[in-house]
T-cell receptor, first 117, second 116 residues
Framework: GAVVSQHPSWVICKSGTSVKIECRSLDFQATTMFWYRQFPKQSLMLMATSNEGSKATYEQGVEKDKFLINHASLTLSTLTVTSAHPEDSSFYIC?????????????FGPGTRLTVL | AQSVTQPDIHITVSEGASLELRCNYSYGATPYLFWYVQSPGQGLQLLLKYFSGDTLVQGIKGFEAEFKRSQSSFNLRKPSVHWSDAAEYFCAVGPTFTGGGNKLTFGTGTQLKVEL
């Protein structure tokens, strides 16, 4: 199966700093990637759709200036949490569909645990 | 708007016993339906999916799910659970209309515990 990696797997930062999370599709190209946020004991909430070569599409209620997304290549999308605060602490997961159809299977990264002190 | 309900937050079964995890969805038409499993330290892994055709879908690791349109359900089953099946299970729906992309809506998950 396809592989999606995330880096780092966990990060601790001070309040007010920015943190960048990388999502890579290792053995396939992904023109679209998705970023999710998962709180403890809760489901995955879609934050935004990352589009290669164009602006990301954010879900309602997600601050685009706080969660900066860059999809610079067909295998890499980054999520930068700017001016992080403790309430941004969460588990961030990316996914990428392999192929070009709506029936494509999405492959998920292992997630990044962000803790903001 | 589409939504997914997983009524059981936690389920405990004995190893070797059968398993059924419930999933109900709300959607304007028949959506694409998925079951994923999440283990600690690992990404979500697709167990099976339903797009059309046979309503009984076979997946990996001995799992199967049955789509029942009349009940808006897509329950996951396994005849004999193994200790390694202990994990979090998520049901998800995806849009079927053109331009809907691959955006998935997830249920809240069911935590499966397996007693030896």
């Amino acid at each position: 199966g396809a592989v999606v990696s995330q880096h780092p797997s966990w990060v601790i930062c001070k309040s007010g700093t920015s943190v960048k999370i990388e999502c890579r599709s290792l053995d396939f190209q992904a023109t679209t990637m998705f970023w999710y946020r998962q709180f403890p004991k809760q489901s995955l909430m879609l934050m935004a759709t990352s589009n290669e070569g164009s602006k990301a599409t954010y879900e309602q209620g997600v601050e685009k200036d706080k969660f900066l997304i860059n999809h610079a290549s067909l295998t890499l999308s980054t999520l930068t949490v700017t001016s992080a605060h403790p309430e941004d602490s969460s588990f961030y997961i990316c996914s990428a569909p392999k192929g070009g159809e709506s029936t494509d299977t999405q492959y998920f990264g292992p997630g990044t645990r962000l803790t903001v002190l | 708007a589409q939504s997914v309900t997983q009524p059981d937050i936690h389920i405990t079964v004995s190893e070797g016993a059968s398993l059924e995890l419930r999933c109900n969805y709300s959607y304007g038409a028949t959506p694409y339906l998925f079951w994923y499993v999440q283990s600690p330290g690992q990404g979500l892994q697709l167990l099976l999916k339903y797009f059309s055709g046979d309503t009984l879908v076979q997946g990996i690791k001995g799992f199967e799910a049955e789509f029942k349109r009349s009940q808006s359900s897509f329950n996951l089953r396994k005849p004999s659970v193994h200790w390694s099946d202990a994990a979090e299970y998520f049901c998800a729906v995806g849009p079927t209309f053109t331009g809907g992309g691959n955006k998935l809506t997830f249920g809240t998950g069911t935590q499966l515990k397996v007693e030896l």
